[in-house]
């Protein structure tokens, strides 16, 4: 291995040609970002084609992609809320006007409440995030001044929650029966009232995570917002808004909406119920993590299908929440690192949970159904440098 320094120059050197070289860019990634000088959030902005790879283009792209979300904004939170705080002032004839009980589905507060039962499903997932790093309840340095405003008499989502008392019937999206979506070893607070409110003008880091999932919710409508989700956007934001270079940092979180929504562009298939028996649906990958096993470790998988331990019990949500919920942060991150690099978007991803099991191999061997249920659930092993470096094996042993 070559040491950091090194490794640092080897990246500035790719980073700093006219035009990136890809492949070159791929295969230094593949073996882990170093941290230093916002390294890592360039990089993963170039692998989720965020930024192109002439580097010419990049700032009027990055002004022009801020400036787009900064619309979002405005039309998604900031309309809606003013509407909202107007209608306390002018009360002409209700009939005339768009009310509440308008029962006409083209009614914008017919909208506007579908959009609260969204909003309080990922206002419940997203202050769990990470409850075991405090990151996510700290305020951020940049508040979205647009939004907090002291002239702002509006409604923002922080409001929208604390006054909306619907219950919403969003809770039931969870998926086949076994899947817990949220992992045994991440406790969460058992009440919101454990969450302190930050003073006005302040807004945590899981409020900025709220705003992107709801803007991507109101986006695509086909697919909206679905639990899970909220993991997928947690380490992408927590990257860039931890950047040492505050000029990314400052726009972390237009930054990671793009990317966010770059990367559901191709692993959005997994969060479609309907699709879960097609071919780029979640069943399909997760019959080939068990068929690739088969191929490197037949004994193996011979006592997983005796014991009747299919898939779905743990593969579905390694595959799709891309293992956030396997390890810790850091690690979680250094394992997207190589599967943002792999060419073959995700296929890396499967032999990532081959190299897993095999790992585990002479403790499944030995273990009865509810043993072996316990390990797969809550992944035993912690270090991801002797999974990847396995799942390269595995790669390499093609």
């Given at each position: 291995?070559?040491?950091a320094?090194?490794?640092?120059?080897?990246?500035?050197?790719?980073?700093?040609?006219?035009t990136?070289?890809?492949?070159k860019?791929?295969?230094?990634?593949?073996?882990?970002?170093?941290?230093?000088?916002g390294?890592?959030?360039?990089?993963?902005k170039?692998?989720?084609?965020y930024l192109?790879?002439?580097?010419?283009?990049w700032?009027?792209?990055?002004?022009k992609?801020?400036?787009?979300y900064?619309?979002f904004?405005?039309?998604?939170?900031?309309?809606?809320g003013?509407?909202?705080?107007n209608?306390?002032v002018?009360?002409?004839?209700?009939?005339?006007?768009?009310h509440?009980?308008?029962?006409?589905?083209?009614?914008?507060w017919?909208?506007?409440?579908?959009?609260?039962?969204?909003?309080l499903?990922?206002?419940?997932?997203?202050?769990r995030l990470?409850?075991?790093m405090?990151?996510?309840?700290?305020?951020?340095d940049?508040?979205?001044?647009?939004i907090?405003?002291p002239?702002?008499?509006?409604?923002?989502l922080?409001?929208?929650v604390?006054?909306?008392?619907?219950k919403s019937?969003t809770?039931?999206?969870?998926?086949?029966?076994?899947?817990?979506?949220?992992?045994?070893?991440?406790?969460?607070?058992?009440?919101?009232?454990?969450?302190?409110?930050?003073?006005?003008?302040?807004?945590?880091?899981?409020?900025?995570?709220?705003r992107?999932?709801?803007?991507?919710?109101?986006?695509?409508?086909g697919i909206a917002?679905?639990?899970?989700?909220?993991?997928i956007v947690?380490?992408?934001?927590?990257?860039?808004?931890?950047?040492?270079n505050?000029?990314?940092?400052?726009?972390?979180e237009?930054d990671?909406?793009?990317?966010?929504?770059n990367?559901m562009?191709?692993?959005?298939?997994?969060?479609?119920?309907?699709?879960?028996?097609?071919?780029?649906g979640?069943?399909?990958k997760?019959?080939?993590v068990?068929?690739?096993?088969k191929?490197?470790?037949?004994?193996l998988?011979?006592?997983?299908?005796?014991?009747?331990i299919?898939?779905?019990?743990f593969?579905?949500r390694?595959l799709?929440?891309?293992l956030?919920?396997?390890?810790?942060?850091?690690?979680?991150?250094?394992i997207?690192d190589?599967?943002?690099a792999?060419?073959?978007?995700?296929?890396?991803?499967?032999?990532?949970?081959c190299?897993?099991?095999?790992?585990?191999?002479?403790?499944?061997?030995?273990?009865?159904f509810?043993l072996?249920?316990?390990?797969?659930?809550?992944y035993?092993?912690?270090?991801?440098h002797l999974?990847?470096?396995k799942a390269?094996?595995?790669?390499?042993s093609?």
């Amino acid at each position: 291995r070559r040491s950091a320094p090194l490794r640092i120059a080897d990246f500035q050197e790719v980073l700093g040609e006219p035009t990136v070289a890809l492949a070159k860019l791929r295969d230094l990634c593949f073996s882990g970002i170093p941290f230093d000088g916002g390294l890592r959030c360039l990089c993963w902005k170039i692998l989720l084609n965020y930024l192109p790879l002439e580097k010419a283009l990049w700032s009027s792209l990055l002004k022009k992609q801020r400036d787009l979300y900064s619309q979002f904004l405005k039309e998604m939170i900031i309309q809606p809320g003013i509407a909202k705080a107007n209608l306390g002032v002018s009360r002409e004839d209700v009939t005339l006007e768009d009310h509440p009980l308008n029962p006409n589905p083209d009614s914008r507060w017919n909208t506007y409440f579908k959009d609260n039962e969204v909003l309080l499903q990922i206002d419940k997932d997203v202050r769990r995030l990470y409850p075991d790093m405090a990151f996510f309840q700290r305020p951020t340095d940049y508040p979205c001044l647009l939004i907090l405003d002291p002239q702002n008499e509006f409604e923002t989502l922080r409001k929208r929650v604390e006054q909306t008392t619907l219950k919403s019937q969003t809770v039931a999206r969870n998926r086949s029966g076994v899947t817990n979506v949220s992992s045994p070893l991440k406790t969460t607070p058992n009440s919101l009232s454990e969450y302190e409110v930050l003073p006005n003008g302040c807004e945590a880091h899981w409020e900025v995570v709220e705003r992107i999932l709801f803007i991507y919710a109101k986006l695509n409508p086909g697919i909206a917002y679905v639990q899970g989700m909220n993991e997928i956007v947690g380490p992408l934001y927590y990257t860039f808004a931890t950047d040492p270079n505050s000029e990314w940092k400052e726009h972390a979180e237009a930054d990671t909406f793009f990317c966010f929504t770059n990367l559901m562009a191709e692993i959005r298939d997994n969060f479609i119920k309907s699709l879960d028996d097609s071919q780029c649906g979640i069943t399909y990958k997760m019959e080939k993590v068990y068929s690739t096993l088969k191929e490197k470790d037949v004994e193996l998988y011979l006592k997983l299908q005796e014991q009747n331990i299919k898939p779905q019990f743990f593969a579905f949500r390694w595959l799709t929440l891309l293992l956030s919920q396997e390890f810790l942060l850091p690690d979680v991150i250094r394992i997207w690192d190589s599967l943002f690099a792999d060419d073959n978007r995700f296929d890396f991803l499967l032999l990532v949970c081959c190299a897993m099991l095999t790992l585990i191999r002479d403790q499944l061997l030995e273990g009865d159904f509810t043993l072996n249920m316990r390990l797969l659930q809550d992944y035993p092993i912690s270090d991801v440098h002797l999974i990847l470096k396995k799942a390269k094996e595995l790669q390499d042993s093609k």
